[in-house]
């Protein structure tokens, strides 16, 4: 079983509508967790960051934690075509690794005006 | 602003050519990574290096090297490129723990043919 398990999508979706991003995680001591967006032909961008379980909400994104469920979700509100990318689940291994993290393979959202 | 700098965005190498990936960053990193992605594969880490002259195998270092001489520099070395490491390459760095997450080179498409 991966660390880390993220639909690849394709994921294509109307303007304005919400959009819901999922990773399941198998490593309950995970306590930190990431969302990056990649736009095309470039580097992934830090998107959201949270500790531990609940929301954390960004303008039009809110990131969700379900620590009991080993669950994170990233909601986008009202979504955009500049929204289309891949979206990528991260979580860092802690201790002493080195700042390791272990990414989901990536969804890919497009958004059709 | 945080930024990581990849040497070039586009390559092309022919096979059993040696070929040299250059990344800078400019936050006193003490840890920097290079991954390659590949369509279906995600992101898979090649080496990664958690302070000067120090380094450290990834998920797939077999036909890559790295040289850290430099905090701020870490280079990716194809000794002798084949077809297969044709992909996309990406160099990121982080604080300790990487707890904050890590920043993203633009990345360099690396063609051998």
């Known amino acids: 079983q991966k660390e880390v398990e993220q639909d690849p999508g394709p994921l294509s979706v109307p303007e304005g509508a919400i959009v819901s991003l999922n990773c399941t995680y198998s490593?309950?001591?995970?306590?930190?967790f990431m969302w990056y967006r990649q736009y095309s032909r470039k580097g992934p961008e830090l998107l959201m960051y949270?500790?531990?379980?609940g929301n954390k909400e960004d303008g039009r994104f809110t990131a969700q934690v379900d620590k009991s469920s080993k669950y994170i979700s990233l909601f986008i509100r009202d979504s955009q075509p500049s929204d289309s990318a891949t979206y990528l689940c991260a979580i860092p291994g802690g201790g002493t690794s080195y700042g390791k993290l272990t990414f989901g393979q990536g969804t890919i959202l497009t958004v059709h005006p | 602003d945080v930024k990581v700098t990849q040497s070039s965005r586009y390559l092309v190498k022919r096979t059993g050519e040696k070929v040299f990936l250059e990344c800078v960053q400019d936050m006193d990193h003490e840890n920097m990574f290079w991954y390659r992605q590949d369509p279906g594969l995600g992101l898979r880490l090649i080496y990664f290096?958690?302070?000067?002259?120090?380094?450290e195998k990834g998920d797939i270092p077999e036909g890559y090297s790295v040289s850290r001489e430099k905090k701020e520099r870490f280079s990716l070395i194809l000794e002798s490129a084949s077809t297969n490491q044709t992909s996309m390459y990406l160099c990121a760095s982080s604080l300790g723990t990487g707890r904050l997450g890590q920043f993203f080179g633009p990345g360099t498409r690396l063609t051998v043919l």
């Open positions: 290096s958690y302070d000067v002259k120090m380094k």
């Open positions: 949270t500790y531990s379980s």
């Open positions: 490593n309950s001591a995970f306590q930190y």
